[in-house]
């Protein structure tokens, strides 16, 4: 005799049910697996600023000195056809300097920076500088930002390798002859032109900041005359004017526009404030917009059309900014940081005593 048993199937509601299990799983598994990914995103940008810390005392091992923060000097032996450039055309920033020490030998190999970065007028880059203005290195870049170009077209040369790196020039704060906002000469231990050994830093390379990470930039290029009412200040930034030798907030509070005149990060090769530079004027992921001008345009000196500029660090890390000390070590900072404490660890000789 057989015995027939009949299975009996998941009802439609226990079937819902189940799947709603499985759905809570998922949203709560989800944050915590966004949350490890950031946090390796995060300690891979920390990474890339150790590395900077190390290619730079190599470099300072190897010349006594630290690279300008924007080169704006020809070489003695500058080739004839760039002889009449002016000095700032050698806008090389330190990372362009630091690439030897960088393991960067397919960039390095590929420039030469006793070429300028740019030259004639239009502004071009030169033919042998090409390839490595148009070269997107892995190792400048924040994974947790974009990674991407910024811009299409720079001098000539399409989609530069853009940055999210930048050295630091001091408090931002006007200093000695050099007004506020300023390349030259501040308080920091970068800056145009000059080159600082590690001994000038009286503070201490483990008080004092080497580097940070920004933001790569979004919005419209060059908006002479555009508002930036309803714009990102993380990704945006102001455009105060021209025929200025510094910033002021008055200034700041009523920009001439944005983005003028390429996004900032659009290049990893030059050292003005929109590219390799940045200071502490405002705190990491300040809620105000970066402010640009151009320096006195009269100016006959290697300072023309230098770029002002208040940028701050800034950062896609929840809560704060990854820095790069001069002792070679790294932290991440919160954006709580008082504006004190951030602008000493920015200067190199100011005597303050303070921790983040």
């Known amino acids: 005799m057989l015995i027939h048993t009949s299975r009996k199937a998941f009802t439609l509601v226990e079937l819902l049910v189940v799947i709603a299990i499985i759905a809570v799983l998922i949203a709560l598994l989800l944050p915590a697996v966004q949350m490890a990914r950031e946090a390796a995103r995060r300690m891979q940008c920390t ?141 920091g231990p970068f800056m145009a032109k000059k080159r600082l050994a590690l001994e000038a830093v009286v503070d201490g390379t483990s008080n004092t900041v080497m580097a940070s990470e920004s933001t790569l930039g979004t919005g419209t290029e060059n908006a002479f005359g555009a508002s930036s009412d309803g714009e990102d200040n993380r990704t945006v930034y102001v455009y105060s004017g021209y025929e200025t030798k510094a910033l002021t907030d008055a200034t700041c509070a009523a920009p001439m526009g944005i983005n003028v005149e390429f996004r900032r990060g659009f290049t990893w090769t030059t050292g003005e404030y929109r590219c390799g530079a940045y200071n502490h004027y405002y705190t990491p992921n300040q809620k105000i917009f970066d402010c640009m001008a151009n320096y006195d345009v009269t100016a006959t000196d290697e300072k023309r059309s230098t770029s002002l500029g208040w940028r701050a660090a800034r950062s896609w890390h929840n809560g704060g900014v990854n820095v790069a000390l001069l002792d070679g070590s790294s932290r991440f900072v919160p954006d709580t940081v008082s504006a004190d404490v951030w602008r000493a660890y920015a200067t190199r000789d100011n005597g303050e005593a303070f921790s983040f």
């Open 47 to 187: 990474n890339n600023l150790k590395q900077l810390g190390i290619a730079l005392h190599n470099h300072e091992g190897a010349k006594k000195e630290m690279p300008a923060v924007l080169m704006a000097e020809k070489p003695d032996d500058v080739a004839a056809a760039y002889a009449s450039e002016n000095a700032y055309n050698w806008s090389w920033s330190a990372l362009a300097v630091l690439a030897p020490y960088l393991e960067q030998t397919n960039i390095s190999d590929s420039m030469d920076i006793k070429i300028p970065t740019y030259s004639g007028s239009p502004a071009v880059v030169p033919s042998e500088n090409a390839l490595a203005f148009g070269t997107t290195v892995p190792m400048f870049l924040c994974p947790s930002d974009t990674r991407n170009p910024v811009t299409e077209l720079v001098y000539g040369v399409e989609t530069p390798g853009p940055t999210n790196y930048a050295f630091c020039t001091g408090s931002g704060l006007a200093y000695g002859t050099s007004g506020a906002g300023s390349l030259w000469d501040t308080d």
